[in-house]
Structures are given as structure tokens and as C-alpha cells.
């Protein structure tokens, strides 16, 4: 198969279907790397309304350096992976350190910055600078392990490393933001998971996979990531006009966002053992209550599943709660950032 048929069959077909989204009308740097952070983690659909939202209140680099971590994870809030909003921010401030507030040029210099790795890095340089670096995400891994049949697990090191080599030597050094884009945008539109129309995707001719019925076959992973069950108890204190919150610290999920007193346990708990738990009485002690339950979900991240219940406590005396945990008016609840989880319980309030 010649390379340039590839890439010539994939460009006509991208300048054709291409979807038109704002962050392929501009080679701004800082704007292509808020929009791949974003949809690293969430779907084009979704990510657009909090890329718009993000860019309208951080412009560019030099405002999220500026701005408080708590306002950056407060816009964040509802994509999830809080690390990515935590690092964008530690780049930024890189950036306005380093690089005199001005985006760097160099793929070398883009790699170094907090929380760019590879993928994200080749973007930026492809699509602000059209330097010719092959992006490989998801939808890549799918379109070249089905068109080329390649048997190698794309979850380990060796699958990174043949698939990065081959999509290095199938990039087209004089449009390789385009190919980059078109490569992406047909793994996404057309080569999708399951049951994709092979017989309308412009690569059909060459694509072995589709040639030997196989398309179902790929990409081969080697395995399934462990995950971890986790059981959360919030509290929802209520009380004349006021609740109590704290800042999760440790590097942990969630770390720097806010949450309700929480206790966990190694497995599920019902309230009469809760109630007794030595975890439960350093929050509450012998205080009187009424306890009931707002709420209940599991809430699946990529490597822990965490089994939420959230009370609601009305204390019938005042509250004195340990070191950490802050007295705040009900009415200013939704000024902090907290995690997707919470922010369902608080809707229900």
C-alpha cells in the first residue's frame, strides 16, 4: 500500500465530512490545548459546551496562570480527572514563568510542560504549528489496527511504540495537521467501535480488516485495568442556615476539591453499623439527630468504582466538628468546586 493512497483517499474524505468546531478554526495554541484536555475525557458534544465556557472566562494563558486553582476547578467541574484541571493550571503558571506568558514553539518544550505527554504534546505542535508529529488517540489506535490488522495489544508498551512508528511513517509531511485531523475525525465518525459501515469508509479498499471480515477483531487489548470498589458515607449537615464542608488534601481522587464529612469503609455498610463506626463517632460523637438518606449511586471512574450514600443530618444541638471542616451559609454551597458526585446530591437539595 503506498502511503501517499492513504493519506490522499483520507484527506478528500476529511474536507468532506469534517465537523466544523471551533477549535479547528484557529491555530491558537493555548485554545487546542484546553480543547485536548478536554476531550480527553468527555465527548465532542459535551466538551464544547465547557470548552466555550472555560475559554470565555480564561482568554488565554496568561489569565488561568492569574487565576485562584479554586476558580480553575470550579470551571472544571462536572469533566472529571480534576489532576488534568490541577495541571493546566501548574502549566499555565510554567508557562507564564518560563515562556514569558507566550505558548511554546518546540514539541521538545511543549513535552516538558506540567501534564502534557505525548498525544497532547504532537496536537499542539501538529495543529497550532503543523509541524509533523502523528497523534495517535483512541479513534487512531482503531482506524491503524483495523487497516493494517495488526495483532499487537495496543495496552502495552510494545503496541504504543509499533503503532507511534507506524503513524509516523504514514503522517504526509506537507499537510500533517490535516492528516492528523482527518486520521482522528474518521475514527470518530466512521471506523467507530461497533458495527461501523465499512462500506462507506474511504480507506475500504485497503483496509485488511475489512478485506477479511475481522473489523470486530480490533484493536486487540491485552486486558481489563483492576478496579477498585470503594464505599463513601457524606454528610449533609443542616443546620440553621449553615452546612460544613471540607478540602480534600491528600493525593488522592478529588484532591483540592470540597465534599461533606465523609466516612469510608472497607465495604458496605448500613446505618446502624455506620452509626457505631469509630470514624462516624469522631465526626458526631454521643451528638442527638435525625439521620435520613437524600441519596444513593454508584459512581464508576476509570479505576474505582465508588458505592455513595448520602445522609442527611439535622443536628438537634450545636455542632463542633474536628479540625479541617468549615462552617459555611447554605446560600454559598455552590461557590466551591467539589466532584461531579457531590454536585448530583446538591441538585437534589
Known amino acids: 500500500m503506498s502511503d501517499f493512497l492513504l493519506s490522499t483517499l483520507l484527506l478528500d474524505w476529511y474536507r468532506i465530512h469534517r465537523r466544523e468546531l471551533p477549535w479547528r478554526e484557529t491555530q491558537d495554541p493555548y485554545k487546542i490545548w484546553i480543547s485536548e484536555i478536554i476531550l480527553q475525557q468527555t465527548r465532542v458534544q459535551q466538551g464544547l459546551e465547557y470548552y466555550n465556557r472555560f475559554i470565555l472566562r480564561f482568554p488565554d494563558i496568561k489569565a488561568l496562570a492569574a487565576a485562584p486553582l479554586e ?77 493494517f490488522a495488526l495483532p499487537t495489544p495496543i495496552d502495552t508498551g510494545r ?29 470518530a465518525l466512521q471506523c467507530i467501535p461497533v458495527n461501523p459501515d465499512c462500506s462507506l469508509c474511504p480507506l475500504h479498499s485497503i483496509c485488511v480488516a475489512a478485506a477479511t471480515r475481522t473489523v470486530a477483531d480490533y484493536p486487540v487489548k491485552q486486558g481489563k485495568t483492576k478496579v477498585r470498589d470503594r464505599w463513601f458515607h457524606y454528610f449533609y449537615i443542616e443546620q440553621d442556615g449553615f452546612t460544613f464542608i471540607r478540602q480534600r488534601t491528600a493525593k488522592d481522587i478529588w484532591s483540592h476539591l470540597y465534599e461533606f464529612p465523609l466516612v469510608e469503609t472497607e465495604a458496605r455498610t448500613d446505618t446502624a453499623q455506620l452509626v457505631l463506626s469509630d470514624d462516624f463517632l469522631k465526626l458526631f460523637g454521643n451528638m442527638q439527630l435525625t439521620m435520613e438518606i437524600i441519596m444513593e449511586r454508584k459512581h464508576i471512574l476509570s479505576h474505582q468504582h465508588i458505592h455513595a450514600v448520602f445522609y442527611r443530618i439535622v443536628p438537634l444541638q450545636p455542632v463542633s466538628l474536628p479540625q479541617g ?13 467539589v466532584s461531579r458526585l457531590t454536585h448530583l446530591c446538591i441538585e437534589q437539595l
Open 71 to 147: 476558580e480553575v476547578l470550579k470551571y472544571w467541574q462536572g469533566l472529571g480527572y480534576y489532576s488534568r484541571a490541577r495541571n493546566l493550571h501548574a502549566a499555565a503558571i510554567q508557562v507564564a514563568t518560563l515562556f514569558d506568558g507566550v505558548f511554546p514553539k518546540t514539541y521538545e518544550d511543549i513535552l516538558a510542560l506540567k501534564g502534557i505527554g505525548t498525544y497532547t504534546a504532537a496536537a499542539i505542535a501538529s495543529f497550532a504549528y503543523d509541524l509533523p508529529y502523528a497523534v495517535i488517540d483512541g479513534n487512531v489506535y482503531r482506524v491503524l489496527s483495523r487497516v
Open 159 to 187: 503496541g504504543k511504540k509499533d503503532f507511534q512508528q507506524l503513524a509516523d511513517s504514514l503522517i504526509d509531511p506537507r499537510h500533517p495537521a490535516l492528516h492528523n485531523q482527518a486520521m482522528m475525525e474518521l475514527g
Open 325 to 337: 471542616y468549615l462552617r459555611i451559609p447554605l446560600a454559598e454551597l455552590d461557590n466551591y468546586p
